[in-house]
């Protein structure tokens, strides 16, 4: 009886996490999920204009003069955008290392992308 009852617990939990991940995406926010991935990362926090940026993981330029300053977060963090980009890049980037960026873009309703 007990193992029965942890099994729908842990399905009742998996559909609630799914259903606020919509819930997130439909209204133009960034989902627990792509947290988690973010702090797991160890990408920092990053909010431009008080909405809070959609982390999409590590990239390596192999040359630093392809990107640019771009602004600065509400924290104060340096962004960048590569080079050639439009005003509003559709990435921005967070330096690590000397190389190596996180990549981030604003969240967009789905039917706006």
């Known amino acids: 009886m007990g193992k029965k009852r942890w099994?729908?617990?842990?399905?009742?939990?998996?559909?609630?996490?799914?259903?606020?991940?919509?819930?997130?995406?439909?209204?133009?926010?960034?989902?627990?999920?792509?947290t988690m991935r973010r702090v797991t990362s160890g990408a920092p926090h990053v909010v431009l204009k008080g909405q809070t940026l959609?982390?999409?993981?590590?990239?390596?330029?192999?040359?630093?003069?392809?990107?640019?300053?771009?602004?600065?977060?509400?924290?104060?963090?340096?962004?960048?955008?590569?080079?050639?980009?439009?005003i509003s890049p559709p990435w921005i980037y967070v330096r690590k290392e000397n190389t190596t960026f996180f990549r981030y873009k604003l969240p967009k309703l789905p039917w706006k992308l």
């Open 7 to 34: 099994i729908k617990s842990i399905i009742i939990l998996i559909i609630i996490l799914f259903m606020s991940e919509l819930v997130m995406l439909f209204s133009g926010k960034v989902g627990v999920l792509n």
């Open 54 to 86: 959609s982390y999409q993981g590590k990239v390596n330029f192999d040359d630093i003069q392809s990107v640019e300053g771009y602004s600065t977060s509400d924290e104060g963090a340096i962004l960048y955008k590569a080079k050639g980009t439009p």
